[in-house]
């Protein structure tokens, strides 16, 4: 059974700072993997998807990378700024369809 | 444009009650989903339907039923609910194919507190 963890759970930094959050997955046959936002008592908002054959997406200031071998994700996001606070989740996709399966998040607060 | 639009944002109940969440989108996705989330814990799905018509269970489907009553519209029952439904539901829509310009579309949550 596929299994997906964020580790940590809540990360503080000072704004400016270039920072990873961390994604890794149990099952390498994976069809995709996507990040995902969460700002508080919202939905979740679609940042950037990686298909299995690619190595990384760019949107901005994020950067994505896909390591399958290794079970591996990170969310790289450059000169962090408060707006970007929020809950970060990763999900991994089995197939084509949406049917996904989430790590817990991480939560991030970027201070002024 | 609203999106994925879900009702109600809160509900209490208590236990052995029912209710209906509903949920519509206006984008004319054919595929919805169900999931919801506990503290600590990530996304689960509950349901999805593929397209109008059709519904499957997902991870944790107990206690739970869907009802697909057109493209635009997808709606979980609670028939008798249990402390351990309490929870954040979420909506979401997408075409029936994953795609990079195609991403997976949330309501803003339901949440639900059984006592």
């Known amino acids: 059974k596929q299994e997906v963890t964020q580790i940590p759970a809540a990360l503080s930094v000072p704004e400016g700072e270039n920072l990873v959050l961390n994604c890794s997955f149990t099952?390498?046959?994976?069809?995709?993997l996507q990040w995902f936002r969460q700002d508080p008592g919202k939905g979740l908002t679609s940042l950037l998807l990686?298909?299995?054959?690619?190595r990384e997406q760019t949107s901005g200031r994020l950067n994505a990378s896909l390591d399958k071998s290794s079970g591996r994700s990170t969310l790289y996001i450059a000169a962090s700024q408060p707006g970007d606070s929020a809950t970060y989740l990763c999900?991994?996709?089995?197939?084509?369809?949406?049917?996904?399966?989430f790590g817990s998040g991480t939560r991030l607060l970027v201070r002024p | 444009n609203a999106g994925v639009t879900q009702t109600p944002k809160f509900q209490v109940l208590k236990t052995g009650q029912s209710m209906t969440l509903q949920c519509a989108q206006d984008?004319?996705?054919?595929?919805m989903y169900w999931y919801r989330q506990d503290p600590g814990m990530g996304l689960r799905l509950i349901y999805y339907?593929?397209?109008?018509?059709?519904?499957d269970k997902g991870e944790v489907p107990n206690g739970y039923n869907v009802s697909r009553l057109n493209k635009r519209e997808f709606s979980l029952r609670l028939e008798s609910a249990a402390p351990s439904q309490t929870s954040v539901y979420f909506c979401?829509?997408?075409?029936?194919?994953?795609?990079?310009?195609?991403?997976?579309?949330f309501g803003n949550g339901t949440r639900l507190t059984v006592t």
């Open positions: 979401a829509s997408s075409p029936p194919w994953l795609a990079e310009n195609s991403p997976l579309h």
């Open positions: 099952d390498s046959a994976i069809y995709n």
């Open positions: 990686i298909q299995s054959s690619q």
């Open positions: 999900a991994v996709g089995m197939d084509s369809s949406y049917k996904l399966i």
């Open positions: 984008m004319n996705h054919n595929s």
């Open positions: 339907s593929a397209s109008e018509g059709t519904t």
